[in-house]
């Protein structure tokens, strides 16, 4: 009942930002708490940040924490992860997620699922 298309991925330099966007539209997009995971070649897709509905509570994985922050503006349908310190590690497809309950760190939880955007940091 929600889809959701990101952007803002690209290649930046380690130790550069990049702000990926996740849009909403069809239901509101306050009805569903949010994630963001990624998928590097070969790997399978694992946990990033996540956000409760209202974005009272932010929680991260914890190769990230410290350098990356989830938000969301909810008036907009709009989702963010702010991404600072970019290292070669980072380099993977993001992809933003929706879930109608209460949010998680397992990708299988969540119920809608962007195409993803992909971030390369080179060395």
């Known amino acids: 009942q929600v889809q959701l298309v990101e952007s803002g991925g690209g290649l930046v330099q380690a130790g550069g930002s990049l702000r990926l966007s996740c849009a909403a539209s069809?239901?509101?997009?306050?009805?569903?708490?949010m994630g963001w995971f990624r998928q590097a070649p070969g790997k399978e897709r694992v946990f990033v940040a996540g956000?409760?509905?209202?974005?009272?509570?932010?929680y991260y994985t914890d190769s990230v924490k410290g350098r990356f922050t989830i938000s969301r503006d909810n008036a907009e349908n709009m989702v963010y992860l702010q991404m600072n310190s970019l290292k070669p590690e980072d380099t993977a497809v993001y992809y933003c997620?929706?879930?109608?309950?209460?949010?998680?760190?397992?990708?299988?939880?969540?119920?809608?699922w962007g195409q993803g955007t992909q971030v390369t940091v080179s060395s």
């Open positions: 997620a929706a879930d109608s309950g209460s949010g998680s760190r397992r990708e299988n939880e969540y119920d809608y």
């Open positions: 069809g239901r509101a997009l306050s009805s569903y708490s």
């Open positions: 956000i409760t509905r209202s974005g009272s509570i932010s």
